[in-house]
């Protein structure tokens, strides 16, 4: 099953995933909190020219707030975090600020998002005590699966009904005129027959 959870993927893993998305405004108006993000990050030289934004959505508000905060920081403590050679405090200060968690009876914690989403996390089931009562898709007379499920990329139901007639996600046109979803451009695999989803990805600038 899917996970949502906000980590800050593309920063937990530079080393071996390349930063993609749209770091540009996407034309006129106010610019999206992620072209302000990469902005920031290439006026510190952190980042080079190319597409950014794979794992950030200006849609998410978890997104939207740790760009908010890192984007406080003065270069040099975001070069020391993003090329993990200073301290990992200014993250975790933004993590706590932006980012929920819930603790279990054993002691251990889970993220705000996988709290009533369906599924015993917690070895005691506390995620799941107290919940509203959900809401529920129906894929046949037999079987059921939350609502959340419902079009978010994973087949859930038997019958692959949970993801008909959903909403078509943004694409990437690969040079020989494929398709991929835009979310796996620059995430480190090619997924073009050709490769071209990797190409002119932007990447981290450390020494």
């Not at 930063?19 to 990050?41: H, I, Y």
């Not at 200006?58 to 020391?80: A, H, N, T, W, Y």
């Not at 005590?129 to 419902?150: A, H, K, L, Q, Y």
């Amino acid at each position: 099953m899917r996970r949502r959870v906000w980590v800050l993927f593309f920063l937990i893993s530079w080393p071996v995933f390349a930063l993609l998305g749209c770091g540009d405004d996407g034309g006129g108006g106010e610019a999206s909190p992620l072209a302000v993000f990469a902005s920031k990050l290439r006026k510190c030289e952190l980042l080079s020219a190319g597409y950014f934004g794979r794992n950030l959505s200006d849609d998410d508000p978890v997104d939207v707030c740790m760009m908010q905060c890192l984007g406080k920081l003065d270069c040099e403590s975001l070069r020391g975090f993003i090329c993990q050679t200073g301290s990992p405090e200014p993250y975790q200060a933004c993590e706590t600020q932006c980012v929920t968690r819930h603790t279990c009876g054993d002691g251990q914690v889970l993220p705000d998002s996988w709290v009533c989403d369906g599924e015993e996390d917690c070895a005691d089931g506390s995620d799941e005590v107290g919940c509203e009562t959900e809401t529920f898709f129906s894929c046949t007379e037999d079987e059921t699966i939350p609502m959340n499920w419902r079009c978010d990329g994973d087949t859930d139901c038997s019958n692959g009904a949970d993801e008909v007639e959903c909403p078509i996600p943004p694409t990437f046109v690969c040079a020989h005129g494929e398709e991929i979803p835009l979310s796996k451009r620059c995430d480190g695999r090619p997924n073009c027959s050709n490769g071209t989803d990797e190409y002119e990805c932007a990447k981290f600038l450390c020494d």
